[in-house]
Nanobody, 126 residues
Framework: QVQLVESGGGSVQAGGSLRLSCAAS????????MGWFRQAPGKEREGVAA????????RYVDSLADRFTISQDNAKNTVYLQMNSLKPEDTAMYYC???????????????????WGQGTQVTVSS
């Protein structure tokens, strides 16, 4: 049974930082794309970043690449999202997702992923 468990969300003032974690189980971690997505109330789910668990390939949504960093600890089957210089518009539920891959060509597209965590809330106040 695949499980993705996010943690690290919370409330922070604008300009602050948070680091989200996603612990994966039930998958062969090294053969997956791991992605971070977010969804604000009344808006569609949007991509944030993705990383190939079997290597170092990373992709970012251009608008967030200068503030957000995706990383992983393969020994812990965990992927992280470091978020700096947070803005009120970053307020959303953040989701971790996984998709099996054979070539590591990970995409930051929600429909590409078939396993999802329950989400962790990030709230940024001005």
């Amino acid at each position: 049974q695949v499980q993705l468990v996010e943690s690290g969300g919370g409330s922070v003032q604008a300009g602050g930082s948070l680091r989200l974690s996603c612990a994966a189980s039930g998958i062969t971690y090294s053969s997956n794309c791991m992605g971070w997505f977010r969804q604000a109330p009344g808006k569609e789910r949007e991509g944030v970043a993705a990383i190939y668990s079997g290597g170092s390939t990373k992709r970012y949504v251009d608008s967030l690449a200068d503030r957000f960093t995706i990383s992983q600890d393969n020994a812990k089957n965990t992927v992280y999202l470091q978020m700096n210089s947070l803005k009120p518009e970053d307020t959303a539920m953040y989701y971790c997702a996984a998709a099996r891959t054979s070539d590591g060509n990970c995409q930051v597209v929600a429909s590409w992923y078939n396993y999802w965590g329950q989400g962790t809330q990030v709230t940024v106040s001005s």
